[in-house]
Structure formats: structure tokens, C-alpha cells
């Protein structure tokens, strides 16, 4: 037979390390006593990019790259970071899987996490900031 340890002798475990995005913004904002998440703004507003910051790896199968610097709202942004890629299909009762936009989702040295997207239904300049949100610090 076995015995069972009283709880009296078991610690307890040490507070919980945020590990995600949502907990880090709950820690942060828990000291205020509020919760303010920062919220992302639609605009789907034209941006010009700069070609010559446009990787030529991706075109090759098809797709596009991920603009490294491009100017919307007549400021110039550089990208930091590529957080995620998506892309949007054709509708779901096609059998044909047909790539209607490209998504990134960045992270730009003027602060801000925004979403390019390059729909391939636009003709001319194919490039839009779909949503924008300001980040911390």
C-alpha cells in the first residue's frame, strides 16, 4: 500500500510566467486596475512600395513578397518583422484553389503591427494596409 502526502507539506506552485501575447498585455495592464487592449483598426487605405525592397524568392513560386519599406499616409514605414503569412482562396464551393490576396502581418519601425495585403483582383497598385494597431513602447 501506498501513502498519501498531507498538502500541508506540498508548496505551492510559483506564479504563472505570461507566455502568449493576451497574457502579457492582462499582466502589464492588471497593475492599472483596468483592461485596455490595444484594438486594430480597419483602413484599407493604397500604399506605395518601394520595389527595390521586395524579396524576388517569393515571385518565383508565384507569390508575392513581403514589402520591406513603403510609405503610407506620406510617411515612409521599414518593416522589423514578419510576424505571419495568410492567403485568402477562392470561394469554398469551387474545387479550384485559387489565391485571391496575400497577407502579412508586420511589425514596422514607426511602432505599429499592421496587415499588408496584395489582392490579386486590383488592378494597378495591388497593395493595401487592410489593419493597423499602435503597440506599446
Same mark, same amino acid.
Given at each position: 500500500?501506498?501513502?498519501?502526502?498531507? +498538502?500541508?507539506?506540498?508548496?505551492?506552485?510559483?506564479?504563472?510566467?505570461?507566455?502568449?501575447?493576451?497574457?502579457?498585455?492582462? $499582466?502589464?495592464?492588471?497593475?492599472?486596475?483596468? +483592461?485596455?487592449?490595444?484594438?486594430?483598426?480597419?483602413?484599407?487605405?493604397?500604399?506605395?512600395?518601394?520595389?527595390?525592397?521586395?524579396?524576388?524568392?517569393?515571385?518565383?513560386?508565384? $507569390?508575392?513578397?513581403?514589402?520591406?519599406?513603403?510609405?503610407?499616409?506620406?510617411?515612409?514605414?521599414?518593416?522589423?518583422?514578419?510576424?505571419?503569412?495568410?492567403?485568402?482562396?477562392?470561394?469554398?464551393?469551387?474545387?479550384?484553389?485559387?489565391?485571391?490576396?496575400?497577407?502579412?502581418?508586420?511589425?514596422?519601425?514607426?511602432?505599429?503591427?499592421?496587415?499588408?495585403?496584395?489582392?490579386?483582383?486590383?488592378?494597378?497598385?495591388?497593395?493595401?494596409?487592410?489593419?493597423?494597431?499602435?503597440?506599446?513602447?
Amino acid at each position: 500500500m501506498f501513502s498519501v502526502p498531507e +498538502l500541508s507539506h506540498v508548496s505551492s506552485p510559483p506564479s504563472p510566467v505570461p507566455t502568449g501575447y493576451i497574457d502579457t498585455m492582462i $499582466a502589464r495592464w492588471a497593475g492599472r486596475g483596468e +483592461l485596455e487592449i490595444p484594438r486594430e483598426e480597419f483602413v484599407c487605405e493604397p500604399i506605395i512600395i518601394d520595389s527595390s525592397s521586395v524579396s524576388l524568392l517569393p515571385l518565383s513560386r508565384g $507569390a508575392p513578397g513581403c514589402p520591406r519599406r513603403f510609405t503610407w499616409r506620406g510617411q515612409e514605414h521599414n518593416v522589423v518583422a514578419i510576424v505571419e503569412t495568410t492567403k485568402q482562396l477562392r470561394a469554398h464551393d469551387s474545387k479550384e484553389t485559387y489565391v485571391r490576396s496575400h497577407s502579412f502581418r508586420v511589425r514596422t519601425d514607426t511602432n505599429l503591427e499592421m496587415v499588408l495585403r496584395c489582392d490579386r483582383r486590383v488592378r494597378g497598385n495591388p497593395w493595401r494596409v487592410f489593419t493597423v494597431r499602435q503597440l506599446d513602447g
